[in-house]
């Protein structure tokens, strides 16, 4: 059986400034502090000698490779972001950024602001504008019904209050 696996879609290049700011403060995280101690660990690991058999070593050649891999795809996603942080025309329609107050078929309310993928977060309620939910509340107005396809069927939500940061 191959390994093989076909290479992701990046998603939607759109993204918030609180979003943006995050992925840069990761990348100079990573180029300026933690790559400067990997590499004097690595150095320092390297002067004792014999590398082959020197775990410290080879743990630290194999983090600067996973530091300089997330560092490479930062630099280049961080290019082609479009950064949203203008108000939409229509602030009583569902678009990119809102805060969205859901209300299902059993009375439960439940918030989700969307965003792009790089910033996807669960347990901020955070929904990627690429996730079949927040595609079908992109222009939807207050009190719209909004159908969604799940794994368990077809759930049913009310738009019940839409806000802008």
């Known amino acids: ?44 690991a390297a002067a004792q000698g014999d590398r082959s058999e020197n775990a410290e070593y080879t743990y630290g050649k194999k983090m600067l490779r996973e530091i300089d891999s997330r560092v490479r795809f930062l630099t280049k996603r961080l290019e082609k972001l479009k950064v949203v942080s203008e108000r939409p025309s229509d602030p009583n329609k ?6 969205v107050t859901l209300e299902d078929e059993e009375g439960e309310q439940s918030r989700y602001r969307i965003v792009g993928p790089d910033e996807l977060d669960l347990k901020q309620h955070m929904i990627s504008i690429d996730s079949p939910l927040a595609r079908s509340l992109i222009g939807k107005e207050l009190d719209a019904e909004v159908r969604v396809p799940t794994p368990t069927g077809e759930k049913t939500w009310y738009v019940v209050a839409i806000d802008y940061p």
């Open 1 to 44: 059986m191959s390994r093989y696996r076909p290479p992701r879609s990046a998603g939607t290049p759109l993204i918030t400034p609180e979003g943006e700011a995050r992925l840069r403060a990761e990348l100079h995280e990573l180029w300026h502090v933690r790559r400067p101690q990997v590499t004097q660990a690595v150095s320092e």
């Open 94 to 99: 569902v678009y990119f950024g809102a805060w």
